[in-house]
């Protein structure tokens, strides 16, 4: 009998334990909603958030501690490792010194094609028959519909000419375009540069001379105007291509160390670096009103030409930090992209190329994708994720 006892103690009707089970799960399904709210609250507090964030910032990049567990006899063996990866440095920083003389050398041999370049835009120089025929690629080639189109809209402006009776000389607002056309730079324009920037006739880069310090130079040529008397305004940017001694393995190449404007002399009135606000001001006595004028900086693409001065100590504050590693960027881009190819970001066939450079690693990247998990549906033992 206490063996039957304990048997139906222990045995359940199937009904009870339907029973049972929709009661654990209410319950677990209540653990878990109450989970989610408590993990929503943390979330929530600052606090937590910086905590959790120094925590995850700790685990990034964490040594294994296998170094550590190392026999002296093979940590010996790994400093000299250490030492032969100096001295590949070094080799390195002169790979690039000899990748700077052969820039200097080729620069020569572009700069007859930029400066023809240069007499096209300012109408010095007019191209022949020839040299502007262009063969369109079979992509390129227009259908009879779009050539009349073209023809017509051309007959246009031909009227259009002969009613202002004036041919335009050269290209027109050929370097504006470009830094139109360039996000970069385009970012950097305000409205009251685009007149000045019209004047621009040509940007030139001119390398350190050989035995100096390593180093480029960008030139903005200008045709006489009414807003300064430059015809030049230039840009240096000083380079360095040698390992740091307190940090040889951080090398990768030229770093440029810092950067030289120039004074640019306004004409009266036409700086528009600089704008005069009115403040009005009373006097906390007698309660009278004085209008007061003051001159503060103003955004522009001129301030290009005036980047904050890199002390002796290196030092620098967050903002003046901001700004040179964006300057060192866009003088970068400038001398390696905006001159070479100048033409093709007027026409904006260099930014098309630039932006299915990005659309191709995209499409790569899901290529690499689709074969991952063709790869595991493969695999016999593969179990998809539910």
Known sequence: MADLDNKDQTEMDPADMEDVEEVEEEETG??????????????????????????????????????????????????????????????????????????????????PLFDK????????????????????????????????EMKEKAKVEEEKKDEEKEDPK????????????????????????????????????KFSDAGQPMSFTLEFHFEPNDFFT???????????????????????????????????DWSKGKNVT?????????????????TV????????FFNFFSPPEVPESGELDEDSEAVLAADFEIGHFIRERIVPRAVLYF?????????DDYDEEGEEADDEEGEEEADEENDPDYEPKV
């Open 170 to 205: 050269g290209i027109p607002e050929f370097w504006l375009t470009v830094f139109k056309n360039v996000d970069l730079l385009s970012e950097m324009l305000q409205e009251h540069d685009e007149p000045i920037l019209k004047h621009l006739q040509d940007i030139k880069v």
């Open 293 to 300: 004028t003051k001159t503060v900086p103003n955004d522009s």
């Open 347 to 355: 026409t904006g066939e260099a930014i098309e190329d630039d932006d």
């Open 30 to 111: 209540e653990d878990n909603s109450k989970a989610r709210q408590l993990t929503m609250q943390m979330m929530q507090n600052p606090q937590i958030l910086a905590a959790l964030q120094e925590r995850l910032d700790g685990l990034v990049g964490s040594p294994s501690g296998y170094m550590e567990s190392l026999p002296k006899v093979v940590k010996r063996r790994v400093n000299a490792l250490k030492n032969l990866q100096v001295k590949c440095a070094h080799i390195e920083a002169k790979f690039y010194e000899e990748v700077h003389e052969l820039e200097r050398k080729y620069a020569a041999l572009y700069q």
């Open 230 to 264: 430059n015809t030049v305004l230039t840009k240096t940017y000083k380079m360095r291509s040698e390992p740091d001694e307190s940090d040889p393995f951080s090398f990768d190449g030229p770093e440029i160390m810092g950067c030289t404007g120039c004074t640019i």
């Open 274 to 290: 600089l704008k005069t606000i009115k403040k009005k001001q009373k006097h906390k006595g007698r309660g009278t009103v004085r």
């Open 117 to 148: 370049r240069s007499d096209i835009v300012r109408a010095a120089y007019e191209p022949t028959d020839e040299e502007c025929e262009w063969k369109q690629d079979e992509e390129e080639e227009l259908t009879v519909s779009k050539q009349e």
